[in-house]
């Protein structure tokens, strides 16, 4: 019973470290990266999509003299590398160029 728990448990951290991490090369990108250190690393993806994300809140005072405007505009850049037909597919997720999101899409072409 022990071994079988710590097998979940290092399965459970493989998976966890998929989703954290992507090789390109000898290189190792994390979360958090800049844009710009993944293109040197990894080269340009195979797509590229970009949008913007508004997100904030309002914040009224109970006898509304005064209401709070909080807004901020977020660049969100959805990169997917196709690294061919023997590795994954990976998805990428930038937020104002930071590294936000990694995962894998399945079997490149």
Not at 25 to 53: H, M
Not at 88 to 105: D, V
Request: charged share 25%.
């Amino acid at each position: 019973m022990k071994n079988s728990t710590t097998w979940i448990l290092v399965l459970s951290l493989c998976s966890f470290n998929a989703l954290s991490a992507m090789r390109c090369g000898q290189k190792l990108i994390n979360l958090g990266d800049y844009k710009g250190y993944i293109l040197a690393q990894c080269g340009e993806p195979e797509s590229v999509e970009t949008r913007t994300k508004i997100v904030g809140s309002t914040l009224h005072h109970p006898r509304r003299t005064l209401d709070i405007h909080e807004y901020e505009e977020i660049q969100i850049e959805e990169w997917v590398y196709n690294f061919g037909s023997y590795r994954l597919q990976h998805y990428l997720r930038f937020e104002n160029g930071l590294l936000k999101e990694i995962r894998s899409l399945g079997k490149g072409h």
